[in-house]
């Protein structure tokens, strides 16, 4: 699949006097896996929400499924899925409950809601919990859940925001044949992640730090650009260069 799935130009979210996204710039291929890496507090959430069109950027332009973020954020929930950090389930809803009111918020017609759902409980193994109150599941099932919910009005572009935060690696590493599964199927991914070993798993990595972008390309191109061990190596390194300038 070919054309631009995202492209940002000089993005700037301030809060106050806190720069907290510092004017990136990037583009995301449809039906790319990219992933956005950074610690906790480099700005990688803000970032994603300026993308979604839940957060206005301070300054800076851009376009997600064609859409202008700064005047047609209301287009792009449209076109977009979106699973945060916190899942966003309702917890005293049951999973089959949870789609049905997302399917709602998008104005699904109740047989397209039913088709979604078993097609989705199949893909993402959900049948044994869909109705099952959310509150009650472990970790892994509201992830999967969530990202049901993401999935249910068949949405170009994807946006995941630590997803696999506090699973094991064996469900992470089901979560990631799931992602590639709907990347070949031509969905976009943008995902953001501080496992090194998942940014393996993207065809395009950017490293941020303090709001800005330090790095940009393809995991083991960089790592033989800056002649590092692995991608964790690289990434300590990069950090610890910005600290000390």
Same mark, same amino acid.
């Given at each position: 699949?070919?054309?631009?799935? !995202?492209?940002?130009?000089?993005?700037?979210?301030?809060?106050?006097?806190?720069?907290?996204?510092?004017?990136?710039? +990037?583009?995301?291929?449809?039906?790319?896996?990219?992933?956005? +890496?950074?610690? =906790?507090?480099?700005?990688?959430?803000?970032?994603?929400?300026? &993308?979604?069109? +839940? &957060?206005?950027?301070?300054?800076?332009?851009?376009? !997600? *499924?064609?859409?202008?973020?700064?005047?047609?954020?209301?287009? @792009?929930?449209?076109?977009?899925?979106?699973?945060?950090?916190?899942?966003?389930?309702?917890?005293?809803?049951?999973? /089959?409950? =949870? &789609?049905?009111?997302?399917?709602?918020?998008? =104005?699904?017609?109740?047989?397209? @809601?039913?088709? /979604?759902?078993? !097609?989705?409980?199949?893909?993402?193994?959900?049948? $044994? #919990?869909?109705?099952?109150? *959310?509150?009650?599941?472990?970790?892994?099932?509201?992830?999967?859940?969530?990202?049901? *919910?993401?999935?249910? %009005?068949?949405? $170009?572009?994807?946006? +995941?925001?630590?997803?696999?935060?506090?699973?094991?690696?064996?469900?992470?590493?089901?979560?990631?044949?799931?992602?590639?599964?709907?990347?070949?199927?031509?969905?976009?991914?943008?995902?953001?992640? %501080?496992?090194?070993? $998942?940014?393996?798993?993207?065809?395009?990595?950017? @490293?941020? %730090? /303090?709001?800005?972008?330090?790095?940009?390309?393809?995991?083991?191109?960089?790592? *033989? /650009? %800056?002649?590092?061990?692995? &991608?964790?190596?690289? #990434?300590?390194?990069?950090?610890?260069?910005? $600290?000390?300038?």
């Amino acid at each position: 699949m070919t054309g631009t799935a !995202v492209e940002i130009k000089s993005l700037t979210k301030r809060f106050g006097v806190f720069t907290a996204v510092d004017s990136i710039s +990037l583009t995301v291929n449809r039906g790319e896996i990219f992933g956005f +890496l950074g610690a =906790n507090g480099a700005g990688k959430t803000t970032a994603i929400r300026m &993308l979604c069109g +839940l &957060l206005l950027p301070t300054s800076g332009e851009g376009r !997600v *499924a064609g859409f202008d973020i700064n005047r047609q954020f209301e287009n @792009i929930k449209k076109n977009i899925g979106y699973m945060s950090q916190k899942f966003s389930l309702y917890t005293d809803l049951t999973g /089959r409950e =949870n &789609l049905f009111f997302y399917g709602s918020v998008y =104005n699904l017609e109740r047989p397209f @809601i039913n088709e /979604r759902i078993s !097609v989705l409980s199949g893909r993402l193994e959900l049948k $044994e #919990f869909i109705d099952r109150q *959310a509150g009650s599941l472990p970790t892994g099932w509201r992830q999967r859940l969530a990202l049901g *919910a993401a999935l249910l %009005h068949k949405p $170009e572009i994807l946006f +995941l925001d630590e997803p696999t935060g506090g699973v094991d690696p064996v469900f992470r590493r089901k979560f990631w044949n799931i992602l590639y599964t709907l990347a070949d199927e031509g969905v976009t991914i943008f995902v953001t992640t %501080h496992y090194m070993d $998942e940014a393996e798993y993207c065809g395009r990595i950017s @490293i941020m %730090h /303090r709001g800005k972008i330090i790095e940009l390309g393809k995991p083991f191109e960089l790592i *033989a /650009r %800056h002649q590092a061990e692995n &991608l964790e190596s690289l #990434f300590i390194d990069l950090i610890k260069k910005q $600290e000390t300038n």
